[in-house]
């Protein structure tokens, strides 16, 4: 790492814990491919701290940061401004100090998201058909919130507790149907996406049980998880001729509008970023 001095430019990822996050290794590639003066620091904070740390920020000199696990709905009352994102999805992750020490929270988990489709599935209209989101979490927030900006149809949302996707669509209030976790499947009929928000398929969990012949023969199924990289509801999409699209390019196009905020540069996501993630998760 360069040498760090009183001009570099200071950001980082705010989480609890922070250790499993691939971010730094994520900005100090961008920071490096570009010749930036700069560093994006891990920062442990727990959650009787969170405020304080926050608040914290520009007067340690940082531009700014990221929000992590558990952290995101604590930032989002911490900011002094929110962007019309954030307010949507009622998290934020990504924090930017002005000069006069005014945080602004905003959320680029949808703005991840959709791009990661776009570059997957470049085919995909979301005009064409209804979406299927599995999940309520704050990530199911943030693909809803993408999906409808973008101008998806209809969104069927399911599930395992059927209260907490009834929460989201009271939140959201349009463009959305909630289904029983038992009725995910008949909820894919003639769908043209599917994504998975749960955590079900992910390394450690117990697997995604659903039956995919449902959906569209040109739909995209996407799993935002990544590790591992292919899941078994992505190997069962390809393996129909679906259009298969993995959740790590989520994760890289999420981190661009922080990075151009904080360091001046809008960063691409390519080959060699995906490989040099990567190649910190232990995946492939």
């Known amino acids: 790492m360069p040498s760090v001095t009183a001009k570099t430019i200071k950001a980082g990822v705010i989480g609890w814990p922070v250790e499993h996050s691939l971010s730094p290794r994520l900005h100090g590639f961008w920071l490096d491919k570009y010749g930036i003066d700069g560093v994006y620091l891990p920062l442990p904070v727990a959650p009787p701290n969170i405020e304080d740390a926050i608040r914290a920020l520009p007067k340690l000199g940082f531009v700014g940061a990221n929000v992590t696990v558990p952290h995101k709905e604590a930032a989002f009352k911490t900011v002094d401004t929110l962007s019309d994102t954030a ?3 009622g998290a934020v992750n990504t924090i ?3 000069e006069d020490g005014e945080l602004y929270g905003d959320n680029t988990d949808a703005f991840g998201f959709i ?8 085919g995909w209209r979301p ?8 999940g309520a979490g704050g990530a199911a927030r943030a693909v809803i919130a993408a999906l409808l900006d973008a101008g998806v149809p209809e969104i069927r949302l399911a599930n395992r507790t059927k209260a907490r996707a009834d929460e989201l669509l009271a939140h959201f ?6 289904a029983d976790w038992d009725e995910r ?10 994504v998975n928000t749960t955590t079900l398929g992910m390394t450690g969990k117990p697997p995604l049980d659903v039956d995919l012949s449902g959906l569209s023969v040109a739909a995209v199924v996407n799993d935002i998880v ?3 990289l292919e899941t078994h509801l992505l190997a069962d999409a390809t393996a129909r001729g679906l259009t298969a699209v993995d959740g790590l390019g989520m994760l890289l196009h999420q981190a ?6 904080w360091f001046g540069v809008r960063p691409d996501v390519d080959a060699a970023l995906r490989a040099h993630v990567l190649s910190g998760t232990g995946s492939s």
């Open 226 to 228: 990544y590790a591992p």
């Open 256 to 261: 661009r509008p922080g990075f151009e905020a």
């Open 185 to 194: 499947n008949a909820a894919m009929n003639g769908a043209g996406l599917l």
């Open 96 to 98: 930017v100090c002005d």
């Open 87 to 89: 307010k949507a999805i």
């Open 127 to 134: 005009s064409d058909a209804a979406a299927v989101v599995l």
């Open 115 to 122: 791009e990661n489709i776009r570059a997957g599935a470049p």
């Open 173 to 178: 209030g349009h463009g959305l149907t909630v």
